[in-house]
């Protein structure tokens, strides 16, 4: 691998319209891939059931490790809708294989970072006074000034997390760049676009309680119908919600890749061509 990699930033200033138009193009391009996106979830919950079985403590380690891999995975898927061309599942994953040891190092950086986002999480709690184990009834009588201040140290403990993986995956990927150096990129990509990016949380947000919403009404309805025995069902039905709304922001976390990063390897073969003909 590369250290330098072939990446370069976008010379393009961000505005708040570009979030939007992110937004727009991921549920686009998730259209195209759901059916890729549903089965590799699918194939990931058989996993993490299977796991589970063996050891519960081992399941949240699982998934952080390989979340780089699903969203290189689904970049991947988006890449070739957004060139019509078809798209295949064992070719989308045989991409990622070739590049596995870059993907299980950057797993590594991702369960370091959450295990160190989740130590400064508990930390912040004690410093606030919040307990650090919710209950129901702990639940049912909380202020609005504590859901609001758990919100906020919620994003705040995140927001590394999110940085730091927002690109790298792809730049792995798709500029072979090495795991630190796409962390590193990743990084600068979000906060040259932050506006963008401002725009296009607030829009998932909105997206998120439109969800709640809907996913409550048909709940509603489900009980209504099958009564308790129905709780299975709801549980797929929040799952369901849940899966599609992670899909669509994948989509469009890729459509944000496409525009904040350059590809100077590319650009190179695009100018060679250009001397050739001339």
């Known amino acids: 691998m590369n250290d330098n990699g072939n990446t370069q930033l976008s010379e393009k200033v961000f505005s708040w319209r570009d979030g939007r138009h992110w937004f727009d ?17 699918l194939l990931l919950g ?5 796991i589970a079985n063996i050891a519960i403590g081992l399941v949240a380690i699982v998934v952080i490790f390989a979340s780089p891999l699903i969203t290189a995975y689904m970049m991947n898927a988006c890449k070739y809708a957004a060139s019509n061309e078809i798209l295949n599942f064992s070719m989308l994953w045989q991409q990622i294989v070739k590049r596995l040891n870059a993907f299980m190092l950057l797993g590594v950086i991702s369960a370091l970072l959450s295990v160190a986002s989740y130590y400064i999480h508990i930390q912040l709690l004690h410093v606030f006074n919040l307990p650090v184990d919710l209950t129901e009834d702990l639940v049912a009588g909380m202020t609005g000034k504590e859901a609001l201040l758990r919100a906020v140290l919620n994003v705040i403990t995140s927001l590394p997390i999110a940085l730091a993986l927002a690109f790298s995956p792809a730049l792995v990927l798709f500029q072979d760049n ?66 599609t709304a992670a899909g669509i922001g994948l989509c469009a976390q890729y459509q944000a890749y496409t525009e904040v990063f350059q590809d100077k390897k590319e650009e190179g073969d695009h100018d060679t061509e250009i001397y050739a003909e001339i």
């Open 46 to 50: 058989v996993l993490v059931l299977l």
């Open 178 to 243: 090495h795991p630190f150096q796409g962390v590193k990129y990743s990084v600068l990509g979000v906060i040259r676009s932050w506006k963008a990016f401002v725009t296009l949380t607030l829009l998932f947000l909105l997206v998120f309680f439109g969800v709640v919403l809907l996913a409550s009404f048909v709940i509603a309805i489900i009980m209504a119908v099958m009564g308790p025995s129905s709780q299975i069902l709801v549980n797929i039905v929040v799952l369901f919600f849940a899966v």
């Open 25 to 41: 193009v991921g549920i686009s391009l998730f259209k195209q891939v759901k059916n890729f996106w549903y089965l590799n979830c």
